[in-house]
């Protein structure tokens, strides 16, 4: 199975969130340890784009 990392949108860190092909997450409050910032992201399996905003 393939995956992919999702990048912190503030610190770019990769290792952020683990993304598999058939993944959908939709305003998703991810927390990164390494920036300590908050970010509501939102992730489409078929286009494989992420859309996050940084609060």
Known sequence: MTFR??????????HFIK???DT????FPAY?????TE???TIEPKSR???????
Do not use: E, F, L
Not at 49 to 55: I, K, P
């Open 24 to 27: 959908r997450i939709i305003n």
């Open 19 to 21: 993304i598999r092909p």
């Open 5 to 14: 990392w999702c990048r912190c949108p503030r610190c770019g860190n990769a």
């Open 39 to 41: 970010s509501v992201i």
């Open 49 to 55: 784009s992420s859309y996050s905003r940084v609060d």
């Open 32 to 36: 990164c340890k390494w920036c300590k």
